[in-house]
């Protein structure tokens, strides 16, 4: 069977309702992972799980080990991933706590380690990143959501930005102008790596708040933290009703 593994972000730093059953803390010719990796059932199926950010939540988006993390899954056998992150919403349709599946990716990130193929051990690689995300996989998910009666955006543009920091709304202004639906901090590398090594790789972006400008007062944590609740409570009925179905 295909080997599943849920990247978990912002929100999602355990995995509730996973039955452990082994947990793997491993080195990678990149260095560290942001946490060990914890295969387990969820949903009576064999998923492996990744804390984004570790766990505890500790590591700012710009300083995650992209590469350590993808290759750790490869070296594990997962073929699929479902990366699942908190973002911005830009667009009037992407309100908070609202679920999207995005289609394409905008990266507005830099100077992160973005590639395996960077030194003289490997040939000049040029991946074809036209669809930056695996379409089955996507189909897959919207497919789940539309069986589990879950309202979700079944497309979306994702930019990608540095961080730590909220954006000003003048980035989102321009972000917008670009086609960008969505706004997040971890969307890059991490797609371009799993595609990379030939991985499947989907996104479930959870929507925590509107992006700088969209409303009148400023972003608060307590805003965010609010709608992430409610926002992850779809994802874990999304996860599993996807699960249920493909595996």
């Known amino acids: 069977m295909t080997k599943l593994a849920i990247i978990g972000g912002t929100g999602l730093t355990q995995l509730n309702g996973l039955i452990i059953t082994k947990r793997e803390t491993l080195t990678t010719p990149y260095g560290l992972p942001s946490a060990d990796f914890i295969t387990g059932e969820y949903n009576q199926k064999e998923v492996i799980f990744l804390a984004r950010h570790g766990n505890p939540h500790t590591i700012a988006p710009h300083k995650i080990n992209y590469r350590a993390n993808i290759w750790g899954l490869k070296h594990l056998g997962v073929e699929n991933i479902i990366a699942v992150a908190a973002v911005g919403g830009i667009t009037p349709e992407m309100a908070p706590a609202h679920i999207a599946i995005p289609d394409q990716i905008i990266d507005y990130s830099h100077s992160r380690l973005h590639t395996f193929f960077e030194d003289e051990n490997y040939p000049v690689t040029h991946i074809d990143f036209t669809y930056p995300y695996n379409r089955a996989l ?16 079944p497309i979306g543009t994702y930019g990608c930005t540095q961080g730590p920091r909220l954006e000003t709304a003048a980035e989102i202004k321009r972000m917008e102008k670009d086609g960008c639906d969505l706004v997040g901090m971890t969307g890059m590398p991490e797609a371009s790596l799993a595609k990379e090594l030939e991985m499947n790789y989907a996104a479930i972006s959870v929507i925590a708040n509107w992006a700088a400008g969209k409303t009148a007062g400023e972003i608060t944590m307590a805003e965010i933290e609010r709608h992430l609740h409610n926002g992850m409570i779809k994802v874990a009925n999304l996860l599993k009703a996807f699960i249920s179905q493909s595996y």
């Open 138 to 153: 996507r189909a897959a998910l919207i497919i789940a959501a539309k069986n589990a009666e879950i309202n979700i955006s």
